[in-house]
């Protein structure tokens, strides 16, 4: 009894004890360091560069101590970060920011402030990546002017948005910037505004007017059907632009130079479209998994195409390529499964892998003269095919181009 009393006394009195600070620092960046107070609860950071991940680091090297940080002190020297830096540090309770940048927004905020939407401070021109992300209640945003970007993910999954005010400063929105924004079903788009990232929008479905400027055409609710003409002059047409739209068939302005990569990605609804003869580049998977387009021709101007533009239309039955293609990429067909007419440009030198993988090809006799190249399994599972011929320029064939068993192959050179 009594050694039970002597340890439930050193028991008590430890318990009485005042806990005892520690403090910890260390790199956050490679010209960036943090030092961390968990008496206090500040975290500073300070230094010359992006916050981000050294030495090894996989997580935020507080993120054992998050629960301590209150508040975070940021130099001016400081960039943006590179991942989720406060992730989990659920215990700040005022916003962080610098003279340059914000950094962050409690994700409770709202419930304990009374302010609507002016809670970014004026005089500073970037909102850091997932600065606003998650943040509860927040309905109505409005970024004040003077604010050039915003962040990768910096307003992803606010699902309570419904506004967006945008400045006439806005240039740039980041990767995923507003998606899972469910609310969200009125933003302006800004002159200025030159680029936003991939999955800018997505799962924005309330959206309900395509959203463009002069220069970009950035967004298409996927809910509009019918035919639909690309308004103004616009010289881009932005990543992700017509994701998954139902639109049957769209009409691109002249103007157009640039389709920017999956811009018509499982565009399901597409049956046809006419590309401008002004048209320069396509990106990769522009149009891939559009189950219903039937044909393309792309305009001899083109210079660049993406890989995998066409994979996956299984019910496209024609393509034409420009006369001076030197080059097809790889997977541009790969899967279009009712393909079976294409004529190859005559200065060809090279197949790129799966290019024509898995299509309807039913000949392909004979191959330019010039040809040197065919990547792997560029024309494999190519059922229908039953006869190629090989130029005597070809030096280089991948691993089961042709592969198929039906296959009757004439080959000048050797095949894999």
Request: some cysteine.
């Amino acid at each position: 009894m009594k050694q039970r009393h002597f340890w439930m006394f050193w028991a008590a009195l430890w318990a009485c004890l005042p806990v005892l600070a520690v403090e910890y620092s260390g790199k956050c960046g490679e010209n960036v360091t943090y030092r961390l107070d968990t008496e206090t609860g500040v975290l500073s950071v300070s230094g010359t560069g992006d916050i981000s991940l050294v030495d090894g680091q996989t997580q935020a090297p507080w993120y054992g101590q998050r629960a301590s940080v209150k508040s975070v002190v940021v130099g001016d020297g400081v960039g943006v970060p590179r991942y989720d830096w406060l992730n989990g540090c659920d215990s700040i309770e005022e916003p962080v920011y610098n003279s340059s940048t914000f950094y962050y927004l409690p994700r409770t905020f709202f419930y304990y402030h009374e302010v609507e939407y002016d809670f970014l401070p004026e005089g500073r021109k970037h909102i850091a990546p997932y600065a606003c992300a998650n943040v509860k209640g927040l309905e109505k945003l409005v970024i004040p002017e003077g604010y050039e970007t915003v962040g990768d993910q910096a307003f992803y999954n606010c699902t309570s948005l419904g506004t967006a005010v945008l400045p006439e400063s806005m240039k740039v929105l980041g990767y995923a910037a507003f998606q899972g924004c469910g609310s969200l079903y009125a933003i302006n788009i800004p002159d200025a505004l030159e680029d936003a990232g991939f999955n800018c929008f997505l799962g924005c479905n309330h959206i309900e007017k395509p959203l463009y400027n002069d220069k970009c055409f950035f967004y298409c609710p996927s809910e509009m059907t019918g035919e639909y003409t690309i308004p103004g002059s616009p010289q881009r047409i932005n990543k992700m632009a017509f994701y998954e739209s139902r639109l049957s068939t769209v009409h691109i302005p002249s103007s157009v130079k640039v389709i920017e990569e999956s811009a018509f990605l499982q565009s399901y609804g597409l049956t046809s479209i006419e590309l401008p003869s002004g048209l320069d580049s396509i990106g990769m998977n522009a149009f891939d998994f559009c189950g219903n387009l039937e044909t393309i021709a792309i305009p001899d101007n083109v210079s660049y195409i993406g890989t995998n533009t066409f994979r996956g239309c299984p019910k496209l039955q024609s393509a034409v390529l420009p006369h001076g293609m030197r080059c097809i990429p790889a997977g541009i067909f790969d899967g279009c499964s009712e393909l079976r007419d294409v004529e190859l440009p005559e200065r060809l030198d090279s197949i790129g892998a799966y290019a024509f993988h898995g299509t309807g090809l039913v000949s392909l006799s004979p191959l330019p003269e010039g040809l040197k190249y065919i990547g792997e399994a560029a024309f494999s599972e190519c059922r229908a095919l039953k006869e190629i011929n090989l130029p005597e320029t070809v030096d280089s064939i991948g691993y089961k181009a042709f592969y198929y068993r039906n296959y009757i192959l004439y080959c000048t050179k050797y095949c894999v």
